[in-house]
């Protein structure tokens, strides 16, 4: 132990990195900001910033191209900066357990991203653009404040697991019977007046149903014999 040494800096433990790393982690480092040399990180392929304390991203977080996982759960972000959606190449962002009121509509440019995790945030909309997300498989919006889905989510027609629980919606836009390829649907206090539509049932690759007790189930999803169905109240 170092007496009377001063603790590092959040640029100082950034620079603690050489800037041709690929793999950056700085989690549970109790920082209140990340330095805007980031940006000089251009072989970034990895960025670890889970549990800490920024409230914002610096804009040059959009230099890192290069960059496929970039993980930021457990912070106090209240808001993306523009330039998020330069990172076309991240496959995976975990964003949950922040204070994010909404997103920018460029993160419809993220075309790579296959993991979204926005649960246990402040979220009370979506922009249209996430809809853009042609690869993406998992999203998680659980514990948020949104009363609507985007009109165009049905064109995620990659998407297998949408978690959408805990939630003030009033109902579910005619457009999720277009999401060919999900499998695992959490709709559990999604909203006190949600009834699940009838067209539900068409979606032949549904196999899980997460629903509370006060939810109104279709009778066709209640007698639903084909396949691996399964309704779960919880």
Do not use: W
């Not at 991203?57 to 972000?77: A, D, F, R, V």
């Not at 206090?189 to 009834?195: K, T, V």
């Amino acid at each position: 132990m170092c007496i009377g040494c001063q603790p590092k800096s959040p640029l100082d433990k950034l620079l603690s990195y050489p800037t041709e790393t690929t793999k950056i982690n700085l989690s549970y480092s109790l920082m209140d900001s990340l330095p805007a040399e980031i940006g000089n990180y251009s072989e970034l392929k990895i960025l670890k910033l889970f549990r800490n304390k920024f409230t914002f991203l610096p804009p040059s977080i959009g230099k890192l191209t290069k960059l496929e996982k970039l993980i930021l759960s457990s912070n106090n972000l209240i808001s993306l900066p523009d330039e998020i959606g330069e990172l076309s190449l991240v496959t995976e962002l975990s964003l949950q357990y922040n204070n994010l009121e909404s997103l920018p509509s460029s993160i419809g440019k993220m075309k790579s991203v296959v993991l979204l995790r926005l649960n246990n945030n402040q979220l009370e909309y979506l922009p249209d653009e996430i809809c853009e997300l042609e690869n993406l498989e998992y999203l998680y919006l659980g514990r948020n404040n949104l009363r609507a889905l985007p009109d165009s989510i049905g064109k995620l027609k990659k998407l297998r697991i949408l978690d959408i629980g805990l939630n003030h919606l009033v109902e579910l836009p005619q457009s999720i019977v277009e999401l060919e390829s999900l499998v695992e649907l959490h709709l559990n206090n999604s909203g006190p007046l949600l009834d699940i539509p009838e067209s539900l049932c068409n979606l032949r690759s549904l196999e899980l149903v997460y629903v509370n007790p006060v939810v109104r189930v279709p009778n066709c999803m209640l007698t639903r014999r084909t396949g691996r169905f399964s309704l779960i109240v919880k």
